[in-house]
């Protein structure tokens, strides 16, 4: 693979961001409730999700990757998830 690290391939990704719809809403009251912060956590690769101190989750969306993962397995309710609109988001670069 070129000899280049997973982070370094990663680097040579874009983001375009967009600052007026972000892309992943937590309902923190459900994610409080049924432990979500682990599960998301522990599932992004990309290290969205941080778990605070006060139990709350917060999100760097605009370093997400688009992968889905944790939207798969958060618990019902607990996030909200859409790709970002057209033209947004990340923008993957092979090599």
Same mark, same amino acid.
Do not use: K
């Given at each position: 693979?070129?000899? %280049? #690290?997973v982070v370094e391939r990663l680097a040579r990704n874009r983001y375009t961001t967009d600052q007026d719809f972000p892309h992943i809403h937590v309902n923190?009251?459900?994610? %409080? $409730? #049924?432990?979500?912060? $682990?599960?998301l956590v522990s599932v992004c690769s990309a290290r969205v999700y941080r778990q605070e101190d006060d139990g709350s989750i917060s999100v760097a969306w605009a370093a997400c990757l688009e992968c889905g993962a944790c939207l798969a397995v958060a618990?019902?309710?607990? %996030?909200?998830w859409h790709y970002p609109r057209g033209g947004r988001g990340v923008q993957f670069r092979e090599g």
């Amino acid at each position: 693979m070129n000899g %280049l #690290t997973v982070v370094e391939r990663l680097a040579r990704n874009r983001y375009t961001t967009d600052q007026d719809f972000p892309h992943i809403h937590v309902n923190q009251d459900v994610a %409080l $409730a #049924t432990g979500a912060a $682990a599960i998301l956590v522990s599932v992004c690769s990309a290290r969205v999700y941080r778990q605070e101190d006060d139990g709350s989750i917060s999100v760097a969306w605009a370093a997400c990757l688009e992968c889905g993962a944790c939207l798969a397995v958060a618990p019902p309710g607990s %996030l909200e998830w859409h790709y970002p609109r057209g033209g947004r988001g990340v923008q993957f670069r092979e090599g």
